[in-house]
């Protein structure tokens, strides 16, 4: 079965710092997608950033970069010059068919 | 082009009354996705639609839920005879094709049973 391991519930950085959160997953398939959603107050999930397996480089985003590490099974999200909305939950999430599976979270905190 | 619709943003149900989710997805996109959320917890996949049939219902619990996505109008996501348990937010996305794409969520309904 599909899982997916976010081991920080808590993480907390300075603005205009950077961040990384982790996110480590488990499967058998060789061919699927990666994905960080945020989710603010509002409770709207917003896509942060996507990653195709099939695919070596790491995607960016603006601020926002990933560093996939398909053997290690690893996807974790790095937030570069922090700023105050940022701060949200973040889920990572994992597809390869219908259906998502998401992580706990990670609440991030922005300390101005 | 306005996103995924929910609503009610917010439903407060007596236990044993039935709850009614309504989403309407992007236009063009004809799969949707009902999603729970357990407080402090990630969203849980409950059901996969396409217009008039029901693809993926592996995540549904077997009693008192089920959904439709008629070939006019939302998708609705029933609870029948609301349990506390039920209390969560219930969010729905959608897609233009499958949801390895890309896939737009709703902001949620969040259901309050007391």
């Known amino acids: 079965a599909q899982t997916v391991t976010q081991s920080q519930p808590e993480m907390s950085v300075q603005e205009a710092e950077t961040v990384t959160l982790s996110c480590t997953y488990d499967?058998?398939?060789?061919?699927?997608?990666l994905f960080w959603y945020k989710q603010p107050p509002s409770r709207q999930m917003i896509l942060v950033i996507r990653q195709e397996a099939y695919k070596q480089q790491n995607a960016t985003e603006n601020r926002f970069s990933v560093n996939f590490q398909k053997a290690a099974k690893s996807f974790s999200l790095k937030i570069s010059d922090s700023q105050l909305g940022d701060a949200a939950m973040y889920f990572c999430?994992?597809?390869?068919?219908?259906?998502?599976?998401f992580g706990t979270g990670t609440s991030l905190t922005v300390i101005p | 082009n306005a996103g995924v619709m929910q609503n009610p943003r917010h439903l407060v149900r007596r236990r044993g009354q039935e709850a009614r989710l309504r989403c309407s997805p992007m236009?063009?996109?004809?799969?949707v996705y009902w999603y729970r959320q357990l407080p402090e917890e990630g969203l849980k996949f409950m059901v996969y639609?396409?217009?008039?049939?029901?693809?993926?219902e592996s995540g549904m619990p077997k009693e008192r839920f089920s959904a439709e996505f008629p070939k006019e109008g939302p998708s609705i996501l029933r609870i029948q005879q609301v349990v506390r348990g039920d209390s969560a937010a219930y969010f729905c996305?959608?897609?233009?094709?499958?949801?390895?794409?890309?896939?737009?969520f709703g902001q949620g309904t969040r259901l309050t049973v007391v």
């Open positions: 996305a959608s897609s233009r094709s499958t949801v390895n794409t890309e896939a737009f």
């Open positions: 499967t058998s398939e060789s061919d699927y997608y």
């Open positions: 999430a994992y597809t390869r068919g219908n259906q998502f599976y």
């Open positions: 639609l396409q217009k008039e049939n029901i693809i993926d």
């Open positions: 236009k063009g996109h004809s799969h």
